[in-house]
């Protein structure tokens, strides 16, 4: 097979169904993974076959270690090879930093099942194949609430800083893969708008674009073409991590 082969673990939405897309225009196949919302993977996946890509949509929870083993498993049973991991999947529970008695213990340990513990054993799964790839990478998508300390939950924000701080970890034991970091600020879509509603979204939203020096905010495609370059450009780059927020961490 000449085409390369990455797995897109959350790619039924957002960021993870427009990374699918870019892929496939750019001639990659995939495996695309969900937990929940299996018909929106699969109209993805129907895009992307339409521009020549073959696509493997698997219902598959990235806390569970069983699922990411599947994942791995299955796409090399396919295609032979893996060329790149994306991990993209990712949940939050939104509570005011405030309100202390808005988490409990099993909401953080909810949230780094998916978000810290489920990329490293996709990780874990993936490496060997991974390895022995020409151009080895892996992108993991972390937020700028990891960087900063906000967000939508104090519990989300601690996830994403942890998923940080593993990629640098990850990045210098499993060098030839380049393993990077994207922390993206507000993306603009549908999840965001459901956890907060009509108001509080387009109210947040129109802060941020006044805080940021590029007055904007990202939209799924942008950082999907971000992750591609991670995935596929940047080959003197390894263990980093890059903020996608218009400068809005840096203030006015």
């Given at each position: ?45 129907q895009?992307?076959e ?58 953080f ?7 810290t ?8 799964y ?8 020409e151009?080895?990478?892996i ?27 593993m ?7 499993l ?41 904007l ?21 390894t263990?980093?991590?890059?903020i ?9």
């Amino acid at each position: 097979m000449d085409k390369k082969v990455t797995i897109i673990t959350g790619g039924s939405r957002g960021v993870g169904a427009d990374l699918a897309k870019l892929c496939a225009e750019k001639g990659w196949n995939m495996t695309i993974t969900c937990s929940n919302s299996i018909d929106d993977a699969k109209n993805v996946a129907q895009e992307c076959e339409k521009l020549g890509s073959e696509v493997l949509v698997l219902q598959a929870d990235v806390s569970l270690d069983n699922d990411c083993e599947e994942t791995v498993s299955k796409t090399i049973e396919k295609w032979g090879r893996l060329d790149s991991l994306v991990n993209n999947a990712g949940k939050t529970k939104f509570n005011p930093h405030h309100n202390l008695e808005g988490l409990s213990s099993d909401d953080f340990i909810d949230l780094y099942s998916t978000n810290t513990v489920g990329p490293y054993q996709m990780i874990k799964y993936a490496k060997d194949h991974l390895m022995k790839a020409e151009s080895p990478s892996i992108v993991n998508i972390a937020s700028i609430a990891g960087v900063m300390g906000i967000g939508s939950s104090v519990a989300y924000a601690a996830s994403k800083g942890a998923l940080i701080n593993m990629t640098k970890s990850l990045a210098r034991a499993l060098g030839p893969i380049r393993i990077n970091a994207i922390c993206p600020g507000f993306i603009q879509g549908d999840w965001l708008r459901g956890g907060l509603g009509d108001e509080a979204y387009e109210l947040t939203k129109k802060s941020i674009e006044d805080m940021a020096p590029l007055s904007l905010t990202c939209t799924p495609r942008q950082v999907a073409e971000t992750t591609f370059h991670f995935m596929t450009e940047s080959v003197t780059v390894t263990g980093e991590t890059l903020i996608l927020d218009g400068g809005m961490h840096l203030g006015r």
